[in-house]
């Protein structure tokens, strides 16, 4: 693994860290006020680049099962700006800063996403709850349907703090 690709997966890891303890707010994406787990992960992405990359247009809270037939907007919107990881989900074991995306069912698109420790767990938001780290079991495996790195190339901001690369 490059020395880069460790620093952006530390630093994504790092920025969803602060995150941790923020309430589920359905779209919201404000660290320490409200978010769902896609505000998680752009709340990360601006952390490591600033603006996001495309305005996110609204969606409901089961917007994945009312997908046109054969679409993944989740997927699709990671793959335009993640990049994916080879032979993934099957053969993976995830990195700290890897994105995570899931199905909770298979005839259904990705509906939701985290971000790997590396270690076994993820950092995660989740209706009723606030922003958690939690292990990546057995269940969440078998519902995994995608894996995506941060590109390497970002603005070298973590949290409040700022370094070179």
Known sequence: ???????????ALGEAR???GTPYRHQASLRGV???CLGLLRGVWRGLYGAEPEAVPPYSATWAESAAPGADPLAAAAARHLVPVPDAPAACAPRAG???LFAFRRHLPA???AIATGDGAMIHAHDGAVVAEVALTAWWRRHLTGVFRFPEAFSGR???AEFDL
């Open 1 to 11: 693994m490059s020395a880069m690709r460790r620093d952006v997966g530390a630093a």
């Open 18 to 20: 602060l995150w941790l």
């Open 34 to 36: 409200g978010c769902d």
């Open 98 to 100: 890897d994105v995570l």
């Open 111 to 113: 509906r939701h996403c």
């Open 158 to 160: 973590c949290g409040d």
